[in-house]
């Protein structure tokens, strides 16, 4: 098994989402961005398509919670997590043992290129943000991030991209 693989299959133990949401599958075609990456395992979480009620997209990089998402990808990458910056419920489902095991994996990539937003939405008080970082040796990751109207984080999810 390659070592993207291997990540896959170590990021959906990291799974974890705010245990109220079971919003629809994300739209397979966004509206001025690329597909969505594929799910691995269960989804972290699922946006309202496009033009439901309740939900909204946008295409410009929201600079607070990218700055958020960065500092919780190297959070995860040194395996050591601010658990008060977590949603209620959050902490509960996200082990030391799964952020551990994220880190070993993700770890060796060192810091990302680029760290380039592809979606975002809102849904129920969340917002999503689909984020594409490439690393100096080529290798690309979707990084889900997840966060609450009080801008704790929601939701996480890591995975190859396509």
Do not use: C, H
Not at 110 to 119: I, L, N, R
Not at 136 to 162: E, H, N, S, T, Y
Request: neutral net charge; charged residues 10%.
């Amino acid at each position: 098994m390659d070592r993207l693989s291997t990540l896959a299959l170590a990021a959906g133990l990291l799974l974890t989402t705010v245990g109220a949401l079971t919003p629809p599958p994300m739209p397979q075609n966004p509206p001025g961005g690329q597909p969505p990456p594929a799910p691995v395992g269960q989804p972290v979480m699922s946006p309202a398509p496009y033009g439901e009620p309740g939900s909204t997209a946008t295409s410009s990089p929201n600079p607070q919670m990218l700055a958020q998402a960065k500092s919780w990808f190297a959070q995860l990458q040194a395996g050591k997590i601010d658990r008060s910056q977590l949603a209620p419920g959050m902490g509960s489902s996200l082990t030391d043992q799964q952020v551990t095991n994220v880190s070993a994996q993700i770890k060796s990539l060192g810091t990302p290129v680029t760290f380039e937003q592809q979606q975002t939405m809102s849904q129920n008080g969340v917002n999503y943000a689909v984020y594409l970082l490439t690393f100096g040796d080529g290798k690309k990751l979707d990084f889900i991030f997840a966060v609450d109207g009080q801008g704790k984080v929601a939701g996480l999810r890591l995975q190859p991209a396509p």
